[in-house]
């Protein structure tokens, strides 16, 4: 790597890793200085950065005096971490068209493959059975089919994301509001390894950076900034989703829904953005339409043997192959639990096995 590069990659990890100096900050800070050099020896100097808290600077100055730029960058390959430049060949591409991108970007694990078809799907912490399955069956296939599944590492839709990508295979990025040496929230710390493993995971934050409130809008923009395609499964009317939707649309991007049941709150936001113009998905197939990428035959995530459906499964199957049926005659026909049983038709709409017409009733795959 070329020396001067190497340098300035060293002092804007320094720089980032400075408290409240956030990317707007940092990248006006670059510009009107000219260089990450220039910018340490301002923050260095009285009065040369005018607008800005002097306790904040006093702040900045001491840290800038304890760490040099090499041995930080030192300091972050010894505890697995490295950054990413803005500029850099591996930078996301997409990211680096958005408003406001980050300058860099830490990161564990490896760094997603250029040219490859990269989708967020992110909803709700407290996701209902139907929402995680929907998640996991999407994020599934689309690994299957070589596309990047991005999400936030959250409880509920986003860790069902990240899990369906890995159950396959395939890729998957996650975008923290903290430091990399931080597993937030906790639960997902073995999530984390296998991510870290098999996929990568980004943050703008240093090490030690905790998982403030504010942290997580700024995350989101990344996510939708990284992604093609937002897809939305879940989200209450005060989910974070719903701030990612809003980015995307704002940067130019798709934003797509999965619809859910008008009665559940978790499925307030999804059924906001269709009814504001948002694409439905009503099977993977429709995100794969949007990204362009045919479908392969080798997906392999159909249903090929009855011995992997359980028996209530069967049972609606079996009801479903002479008629056209509503979830609520087939759970009286059936008696089996109305909810129940849109999970399980959710799941076998996913392989195939069952399809919904316009009108909202089932019918048994021909």
């Known amino acids: 790597m070329n020396p001067d590069f190497l340098r300035q990659k060293a002092e804007i990890a320094l720089l980032m890793s400075l408290p409240f100096l ?24 009285p009065g040369a950065i005018p607008g800005t808290d002097e306790n904040l600077l006093v702040t900045w100055k001491a840290i800038l005096d304890e760490r040099r730029p090499k041995e930080y960058l030192k300091f972050l390959e010894k505890i697995g971490i490295k950054i990413l ?13 958005i408003t406001f991108p980050p300058v860099g970007l830490f ?9 490859v078809p990269t989708i967020a799907i992110v909803g709700s912490r407290k ?65 984390f390894s296998l991510i870290e493993k098999n996929g990568c995971i980004f943050s703008e934050y240093p090490p030690a950076g905790k998982p403030e409130k504010f942290h997580f809008p700024q995350r989101n923009r990344i996510i939708a900034g990284m992604s093609s395609v937002v897809v939305v499964v879940e989200a209450s009317s005060s989910s974070g989703a719903l701030i990612t939707a809003d980015i995307a649309l704002n940067e130019g991007r798709e934003v797509m ?18 009814r504001s113009g948002a694409l439905p998905v009503t099977g993977v197939e429709d995100v794969l339409e949007v990204l ?9 995530l159909h249903v090929t043997s009855s011995q992997n459906l359980s028996r209530n499964e069967r049972k609606i199957i079996e009801a479903l192959s002479g008629d056209f049926l509503d979830p609520e005659e ?16 959710a799941r076998l709409e ?9 009108d909202g009733k089932y019918h048994a795959a021909r």
């Open 350 to 358: 996913l392989e195939g096995l069952v399809r919904r017409g316009l």
């Open 292 to 300: 362009g990428v045919p479908p392969q035959n080798h997906s392999g």
């Open 257 to 274: 829904a999965v619809p859910g049941c008008i009665f559940s709150p978790n499925s307030w936001g999804t059924n906001s953005l269709i």
């Open 330 to 345: 087939i759970s009286a026909g059936c008696s089996l639990d109305t909810q129940e049983v849109m999970s399980d038709l």
């Open 85 to 97: 430049l803005k500029g850099e060949e591996s930078y996301p591409p997409m990211l680096g068209d």
């Open 22 to 45: 956030v990317e707007r900050r940092l990248s006006s800070l670059l510009d009107t200085f000219g260089s990450p050099r220039n910018v340490i020896e301002a923050i260095r100097s």
């Open 127 to 191: 996701a209902t059975s139907y929402g995680t399955l929907v998640s996991e069956k999407i994020a599934a296939r689309l690994a299957r089919e070589g596309v990047n599944v991005v999400s936030g590492l959250a409880y509920g839709i986003d860790s069902a994301a990240h899990k369906g990508a890995l159950s396959v295979g395939g890729f998957t990025t996650a975008v923290l509001g903290c430091g990399l040496d931080v597993v937030y929230p906790p639960g997902n710390r073995e999530l």
């Open 107 to 115: 990161y564990r694990g490896k760094l997603p493959s250029h040219g």
